[in-house]
């Protein structure tokens, strides 16, 4: 009589997995007690950066709220899924103790959204974020805490923009833009209060300036504009200006045309620092193809149809690039912001012209970045149609405006940047395109229809210059932070095979053998 043979396989594996729910239970109840997570994304969305971690540290003797508008049980839903990364950034900034976070929607509270936005002129959104310390109150918008690359790449700058927005309100001043006065300029209260709130809605304080009075340029003054003057700076002023590029400083010249009797020479010798000649001049349109309208919608030559040269990506020489957004919105490849789609006109009014000096008279030409981002357009035969008529200046510059500067590629606008002092200036042959008068706003117009300025594209171009001149929402290095994937490059398609049968076809086959010889000795 045969012996039994006992099977232990069946007692082994319950053993086994009593043993395993001995020792894991423990450990996930331990493990859900301390709620430790792990960010294992390669760019680290879910955890705050060190840079951040270290700065906040320095800012630990600083009380700051952070407002968040809207509810973060909200990303508790499936599809916010994507906005994570926001979520674990508020929730971790609020661990810390001098740090007070609060949620709550707009609509719902209107009087802590009047709180945040006393003036009415930053705009509360649903999804908004709002910085407070030291009495400075500091908006993220919603549009930029998720942004698209031009890759088409998904991005998160929420951490990035909130550790730069508590810095700047940490120092107790929002970077302001200052408008020189004193040399007949225009001035904010008549001319440009509209421009000064668009200013004041991206995070700036605006003031008026009397530089000669002063004698001195303020700390926190990051971009200093100078508006429609018609006489010139003093020589003291000169040198406080050319002092404040030295050391990094960034200004913007609008400089309308304007009958003197004489020279802009200080206004000049700055310029010339940067690479950059004064044309002493009013440019007007000569054929109606190019001709826009007034503000009374009646054609003028006065209005000037024009286009903006691309930056960076057009030519490996240079670094800097303030027109490809602008020509982006302009052929509607990216017509549609937040709130509206965004009509622009590719236009410019009562304009002079400016000019480079040529390279092999400007010693800084090494390190001195100029390129136009203005300038005129031809008409349907390929000719230049605008005519130069000189005003102001002396008799050199007369005969050059009247001989020199008619039916020939003219710029209208430049930026300059000195890579070694970081300095930047914007010239601009005009103050038109951010007057309240000149440069009327979209409206609405007796026959029903919608108007929008002529010289409307150049007015955001002014706008979005000003970033460029100077950004506090980007400082730490932290950057966007990425979704990142695995790629493989193959040379050609049997390269492909071969990694596809080494990575797919090769471990199946073994899966296969492996099956088999379990069957054929699963009773033995």
């Known amino acids: 009589m045969k012996k039994k043979k006992f099977n232990l396989s069946g007692a082994f ?51 700051i709220d952070i407002y968040y508008l809207s509810l973060l049980k909200y990303f508790q839903d499936a599809e916010a899924s994507q906005y994570l990364p926001l979520y674990h950034t508020l929730t971790e900034l609020e661990k810390y103790d001098n740090i007070d976070l609060h949620c709550f929607r707009p609509n719902e509270d209107p009087t802590k959204s009047q709180e945040l936005d006393p003036e009415g002129l930053l705009g509360t959104y649903e999804g908004d974020i709002f910085v407070q310390c030291n009495g400075v109150t500091k908006k993220i918008s919603r549009d930029k805490i998720f942004q698209t690359g031009s890759d088409g790449s998904r991005q998160y700058a929420g951490e990035e923009l909130i550790a730069a ?58 971009i200093i504009y100078l508006t429609g003057p018609t006489k010139d700076i003093t020589s003291k002023e000169k040198q406080l200006l050319l002092d404040y590029a030295e050391n990094g400083g960034a200004m913007s010249f609008l400089l309308d045309p304007c009958d003197t009797k004489g020279r802009f020479d200080n206004i000049e010798s700055i310029m010339e620092e940067f690479g950059l000649i004064l044309d002493y001049n009013i ?45 982006k919105i302009l052929d509607g490849s990216s017509a549609e912001d937040s709130q509206q789609t965004m009509t622009l006109v590719a236009g410019i009014s009562y304009p002079r012209s400016l000019t480079e000096i040529p390279e092999d008279s400007f010693p800084a030409a090494s390190y001195v970045e100029r390129s136009s981002i203005i300038r005129n357009t031809t008409g349907a035969d390929g000719a230049y149609t605008t005519v130069s008529k000189s005003m102001g200046g002396d008799s050199t510059t007369a005969k050059e405006a009247d001989e020199k500067l008619s039916g020939i590629p003219l710029d209208f606008g430049y930026y300059s940047y000195n890579k070694k002092t970081n300095a930047k200036l914007i010239v601009i042959g005009t103050t038109a395109p951010i007057d309240d008068v000149i440069c009327t706003p979209t409206v609405e117009i007796p026959t029903g229809q919608q108007y929008v300025s002529s010289t409307s594209g150049t007015r955001m171009l002014t706008v979005f210059s000003n970033t460029w001149l100077y950004d506090s929402e980007v400082q730490f290095g932290v950057g966007n932070k990425i979704n990142s994937y695995d790629s493989m490059i193959f040379k050609d398609s049997g390269d492909a095979s071969k990694v596809i049968t080494a990575l797919y076809i090769f471990p199946a086959l073994i899966a296969c053998i492996g099956v088999f010889v379990w069957l054929k000795r699963r009773n033995s």
């Open 165 to 222: 927005a508590i810095d700047t309100c940490s120092k107790g001043y929002l970077p302001t833009v200052y408008f020189l006065t004193g040399h007949g300029e225009k001035t904010i209260g008549e001319n440009f209060s509209n421009f000064a709130a668009i200013l004041k809605t991206n995070n700036y304080n605006v003031q008026e300036l009397d530089l000669d009075d002063t004698g001195s340029i303020p700390g926190d003054a990051k």
């Open 283 to 327: 440019v007007t349109e000569t054929t109606a193809a190019n001709m826009l309208y007034d503000p009374n919608q009646v054609q003028s030559e006065n209005y000037l149809r024009v286009e903006y040269p691309a930056g960076a990506q057009a030519g490996a020489e240079l670094t800097q690039d303030l027109t490809s957004d602008l020509n």
């Open 13 to 63: 594996a319950l053993l086994l997995a009593l043993l395993v729910l001995l020792i894991f239970v423990p450990i996930n109840i331990i493990a859900g007690y301390f709620d430790k997570g792990y960010d294992m994304t390669p760019a680290k969305k879910y955890t705050l950066n060190s840079k951040t971690e270290e700065f906040l540290k320095e800012k630990s003797d600083k009380h």
